[in-house]
């Protein structure tokens, strides 16, 4: 098993572990009879969310001391729209207490004086992102937002292009391929003391590990940097951004590039890149959401801006006793690189809430 299969798996354990955990841990408890436990979605808006005992909801926002909570609506009944509209109030705030299982998968139509050259049509790349959002109480005011982002890659292009960064070096192959596996994966780590409506903030490092099991889906680098978030969150809109920056600092210094006169070992290019996830939804309703939250990014190796604008939604559905967060978003880059850039982007959102441990709500120090 090489270098990069066992960082993959050895974060895959870690994230199965966190999240299958604590389910274990109340079948065997099982001491409260099904669908009678009680379970506080925020301390401003408790709700009683009804669940088999074997599943203890995620987002049970209560006192750092474990306790629930105790408004005046502990424990009041209320109606299954109520409890939807308090979830997707939860799911507003990147810093809730709710764990995740976000899953979005982008399909992105790419075209360029590259394609032009090689005398070829627009390609088409893919990306599924499954990313498991973890909430920690650290101590009594401070929280961390741990969120590995593992993509799943499915790129047709050439040696030396790297799409996961945008970087198109001077040197590439000229034969397009497609390839599918796993990308270059990201942990960004968020701390707050601030995660409460309606603003809150977050900050802390961001890794990408080089992770592709091909060349052509990652960029060969271990890079680092900051990450820094800031969202408001009021009745009617949701308004804020997600930073990233990183800088390579190891991997592969080279690559072998099947070019037009043949191979040639070339050097492979460093990551300094910059990207800005913007946030603007209308809160049409309770449940439903419409507005945008593209990434805009812009590499500081090829001075190239990729700049996307659209329109999308989400809302919230059930899927059995299951909270859902479904969406769809549509992207035109009205800037991007020119000799091999995104042009249309299709995304799709897929977000369940899932059980949460109980000990990730109590404070570890």
Not at 45 to 57: G, I
Not at 128 to 139: D, E, F, K
Not at 192 to 200: A, G, I, R
Not at 334 to 348: I, S
Request: aromatic content about 12%; glycine content about 8%; hydrophobic content about 40%.
């Amino acid at each position: 098993m090489d270098q990069r299969n066992k960082i993959f798996w050895a974060l895959f354990a870690t994230v199965f572990i966190c999240f299958t955990g604590d389910a274990a841990l109340a079948l065997a408890e099982e001491k409260v009879p099904e669908n009678e436990q009680t379970h506080y979605l925020t301390e401003e808006r408790p709700f009683k969310y009804k669940l088999p005992s074997s599943l203890v909801l995620a987002q049970a926002e209560q006192g750092t001391d474990g306790s629930t909570g105790t408004g005046p609506n502990a424990g009041a009944g209320t109606s299954e729209a109520d409890e939807q509209a308090q979830i997707a109030e939860a799911l507003a705030n990147p810093l809730s207490y709710l764990w995740l299982m976000f899953t979005q998968n982008d399909t992105t139509w790419y075209d360029g004086d590259l394609l032009d050259q090689l005398g070829e049509d627009a390609k088409i790349q893919n990306t599924t992102l499954v990313q498991p959002v973890m909430s920690l109480q650290l101590t009594e005011k401070w929280k961390t937002i741990l969120r590995p982002v593992i993509p799943i890659n499915s790129f047709e292009t050439v040696d030396n292009v790297d799409i996961s960064t945008g970087t198109t070096p001077g040197v590439t192959g000229v034969n397009f391929d497609r390839k599918t596996g796993l990308g270059d994966i990201v942990l960004w780590t968020a701390f707050s003391k601030q995660y409460k409506p309606p603003f809150v903030w977050g900050f802390g490092p961001t890794v990408i590990f080089p992770t592709a099991t091909e060349d052509e889906l990652g960029s060969g680098k271990w890079s680092a940097g900051p990450m820094a978030l800031a969202v408001g969150i009021t009745d009617k809109w949701i308004i804020g951004g997600v930073f990233q920056h990183w800088w390579s600092f190891a991997g592969d210094n080279d690559i072998e590039v099947n070019t037009s006169q043949g191979p040639q070992n070339v050097e492979r290019p460093d990551v300094n890149l910059t990207d800005f996830q913007y946030i603007i939804r209308y809160r049409y309703s309770p449940l439903t959401n419409i507005g945008i939250a593209p990434n805009v990014r812009y590499n500081w190796e090829t001075d190239e801006l990729s700049l996307p604008v659209g329109l999308g939604f989400d809302t919230l559905v059930k899927l059995g006793k299951l909270p859902l967060k479904i969406g769809a978003e549509v992207y035109y880059y009205v800037e991007q690189d020119d000799d091999f850039g995104p042009q249309w982007q299709l995304r799709f959102l897929f977000v369940p809430v899932l059980p949460s441990p109980k000990w990730s709500r109590k404070p570890l120090f």
